[in-house]
């Protein structure tokens, strides 16, 4: 029941196979040092190297750039045993690219994608998502970052924030105005930016979570950037960019339950063995019913998210409804996630508030699943729209 | 130089097995496979051969029912170049396995073979040694360290009380233990390729092999419940005991 049995309808061996290097990489490599990587608010760069060697970051990407071509299952797999670390940090910034790359990857020229992909995909170099700004974020049409055309560069103006690995990104996936004279979501393009750049400077933002995951606010002042680096055609950025998002938070959902699972998982062991007046926790009735509440959600949720990977690898459904059903599972999962955090740290009590217990950092977790990736009130009236409410 | 590595497919060292209610086995129904431990270092160090130059091909072997493939891939996603599966539904006891990875052996004609020392469910640790006799080659079983020089190899065996170093002429046996080395994981593109490597699937008929089980098990049962300690006021009444209770000295 934790650990979810063979289900061949929707797991082949070879999945089985890669969960099992991917199980293995993160208990040798990550989990043992999470504490730590999380309390000094960073972790190796190495890192990046060590998963890509085991093609972890090149999962999806074409093979001409030393990626692997696989369906979205790998995806599920891989967000949901990078969440067993109980970091949402790590995978946040070690997967930055998952969000970076799709624009370029849908729309890029291929000169651009041969510069910059190979070597993401290969752990050398680190690319990042720059689309939020101080004045708006789910509002993706109305962002004001310029970048006007002078001969062949563009100059590049404005501040973008809360950008995960914003501070170690050598790539950065941008979204600018071209157009100035369109205010909505016609005049927007996507520009490609090295982060040594002059005139960007970047300064660490201190958060509620994601502790050694780097996030950065990032201001252009002025940056000139090769016109080649535009990413599709000038001032149709805005559909390259809505292009990725039903993965993007097929995979949030995932990890979602992924860390709910992991406070079921940690509360249950508690439970089992702590004892009150006599007898373990998990034999009284209150805390027996609040596992339950909580494996019920994750089974939920789980469920939904291998439903809608099935349905999206076969081409199965309307597309309206499969868009409206994953905004739902996101609601779904990261409700999950809130309820389980919640309940494990109450059910560890005292532990539960101690730093170093997963779910103790998960509780602080909760709130970036909620709202990143396209917050809840935002899947919520999305899902609405997209049933023809 | 060709490598021949047998693998065995295990119920996962992770799973909690429980008996059966009859007490004909464990129930196996619904619970996750994997490759046996020992099997995995025995391909690991297979593969390093190959990687050193040493071995010029790493072929897996595994025997059982059809899922035994699946472990063979994994063996192939680790590096081996090709695998045979001996396909059969009867239980495969040690001599049986011998005898059929013996008839491979003939056609194969490896030089080395290299098998886990053990398999971790039934822990027999038979196999090895058995195929050393049936084929007349020489045997270094638990191995810890393994060089090969020209037509000779030297390993270093893991024996009760230390290590010890047995000198062999190719073709030989060696046995896995634990601290050979560390397997690598599958890597991702290796996974995907490894669906492309051969992999030939015979019979024990066709191998000419009689795997008509020779021992039958009366009954498995769970071990004994752990029982609670107890503490001793004397180091007298502790080695009394030791000796008349537990009978261990």
């Known amino acids: 029941m934790f650990d979810a049995p063979p289900l061949p309808h929707y797991f082949s061996p070879e999945h089985t196979q890669f969960r099992d290097t991917l199980r293995g990489f993160v208990a040798s490599e990550i989990s043992p040092h999470i504490n730590d990587w999380d309390e000094a608010g960073t972790f190796p760069r190495d890192l990046y190297r060590k998963a890509a060697a085991l093609g972890i970051l090149g999962l999806g990407y074409p093979e001409k750039y030393g990626g692997t071509p696989a369906d979205i299952f790998y995806q599920i797999i891989l967000a949901e045993e990078f969440a067993r670390t109980g970091s949402g940090g790590i995978q946040a910034s070690i997967n930055s690219h998952t969000i970076a790359l799709p624009p370029l990857i849908a729309a890029g020229s291929e000169t651009l994608k041969r510069h910059i992909i190979p070597s993401v995909i290969a752990g050398e170099k680190i690319a990042a998502l720059a689309v939020t700004e101080p004045s708006g974020g789910s509002d993706v049409a109305s962002l004001c970052t310029t970048a006007i055309r002078d001969g062949d560069h563009y100059v590049v103006s404005g501040e973008k924030t809360?950008?995960?690995?914003?501070?170690?990104?050598?790539?950065?996936?941008?979204?600018?105005?071209?157009?100035?004279?369109?205010?909505?979501?016609?005049?927007?393009?996507?520009?490609?930016?090295?982060?040594?750049?002059?005139?960007?400077?970047?300064?660490?933002?201190?958060?509620?979570?994601?502790?050694?995951?780097?996030?950065?606010?990032?201001?252009f002042d002025h940056c000139r950037v090769p016109a080649t680096n535009l990413v599709g055609t000038e001032n149709r950025g805005f559909k390259t960019l809505m292009h990725n998002f039903n993965s993007e938070r097929l995979f949030l959902s995932a990890l979602a339950y992924g860390?709910?699972?992991?406070?079921?998982?940690?509360?249950?062991?508690?439970?089992?063995?702590?004892?009150?007046?006599?007898?373990?926790?998990?034999?009284?009735?209150?805390?027996?019913?609040?596992?339950?509440?909580?494996?019920?959600r994750v089974d939920a949720a789980r469920s939904l998210v291998y439903d809608l990977a099935y349905c999206i690898e076969h081409g199965r459904g309307n597309t309206e409804h499969l868009v409206a059903r994953i905004c739902m599972a996101k609601v779904l999962s990261t409700q999950a996630m809130q309820f389980c955090a919640d309940q494990a740290v109450q059910i560890l009590g005292g532990m539960g508030f101690m730093r170093g217990t997963r779910s103790e950092r998960i509780y602080r977790e909760v709130k970036v699943m909620m709202i990143g990736g396209g917050s809840e009130e935002i899947m919520k009236d999305l899902a609405a729209r997209k049933i023809g409410i | 130089m060709k490598v021949l590595v047998a693998v065995k497919r295990v119920v996962d060292y992770n799973v909690k097995v429980r008996v059966k209610a009859d007490q004909s086995g464990v129930d196996i129904a619904d619970v996750k496979f994997s490759m046996n431990p020992f099997d995995e270092i025995a391909i690991e160090e297979a593969v390093r051969l190959k990687e050193?130059?040493?071995?010029?091909?790493?072929?897996?072997?595994?025997?059982?029912?059809?899922?035994?493939?699946?472990?063979?891939?994994?063996?192939?996603?680790?590096?081996?170049?090709?695998?045979?599966?001996?396909?059969?539904?009867?239980?495969?006891?040690?001599?049986?396995?011998?005898?059929?990875?013996?008839?491979?052996?003939?056609?194969?004609?490896?030089?080395?073979?290299?098998?886990?020392?053990?398999?971790?469910?039934?822990?027999?640790?038979?196999?090895?040694?058995?195929?050393?006799?049936?084929?007349?080659?020489?045997?270094?079983?638990?191995?810890?360290?393994?060089?090969?020089?020209?037509?000779?190899?030297?390993?270093?065996r893991e024996v009760d009380g230390g290590l010890q170093t047995v000198a062999l002429k190719l073709p030989a046996i060696v046995t896995t233990d634990l601290r050979l080395n560390e397997p690598r994981y599958a890597t991702l593109p290796n996974i995907m390729k490894a669906k492309k490597k051969p992999l030939d699937a015979v019979?024990?008929?066709?191998?000419?092999?009689?795997?008509?089980?020779?021992?039958?098990?009366?009954?498995?049962?769970?071990?004994?419940?752990?029982?609670?300690?107890?503490?001793?006021?004397?180091?007298?009444?502790?080695?009394?005991?030791?000796?008349?209770?537990?009978?261990?000295?």
Request: hydrophobic share 45%; net charge neutral; with cysteine.
């Open chain 1, 162 to 219: 809360f950008i995960t690995s914003g501070m170690r990104a050598d790539y950065l996936t941008v979204a600018v105005r071209t157009d100035p004279a369109v205010k909505g979501a016609g005049g927007i393009s996507v520009l490609m930016i090295d982060g040594d750049t002059p005139g960007l400077t970047r300064t660490e933002l201190k958060k509620m979570g994601w502790w050694c995951s780097d996030t950065a606010h990032l201001h």
């Open chain 1, 259 to 296: 860390f709910a699972q992991v406070c079921l998982e940690e509360a249950l062991a508690w439970a089992q063995q702590r004892k009150t007046f006599g007898h373990p926790l998990a034999e009284r009735q209150v805390i027996r019913h609040k596992l339950m509440d909580m494996m019920l």
């Open chain 2, 52 to 156: 050193k130059g040493v071995a010029t091909e790493v072929i897996a072997v595994s025997m059982g029912v059809a899922q035994c493939q699946e472990t063979l891939r994994t063996a192939l996603a680790m590096g081996a170049d090709r695998a045979i599966h001996v396909q059969s539904d009867a239980e495969l006891q040690p001599l049986a396995v011998a005898k059929l990875l013996k008839a491979i052996c003939d056609k194969e004609q490896p030089q080395l073979v290299i098998l886990g020392k053990q398999a971790i469910d039934d822990d027999c640790n038979q196999t090895g040694q058995m195929l050393a006799a049936l084929a007349g080659w020489s045997q270094g079983t638990f191995a810890s360290k393994v060089e090969i020089s020209g037509s000779d190899i030297s390993v270093i």
């Open chain 2, 203 to 249: 019979t024990p008929e066709a191998l000419g092999v009689d795997v008509t089980p020779r021992l039958k098990t009366l009954k498995v049962t769970e071990p004994p419940k752990r029982k609670g300690g107890i503490k001793v006021k004397t180091i007298g009444e502790l080695v009394d005991k030791l000796k008349n209770e537990a009978r261990v000295i």
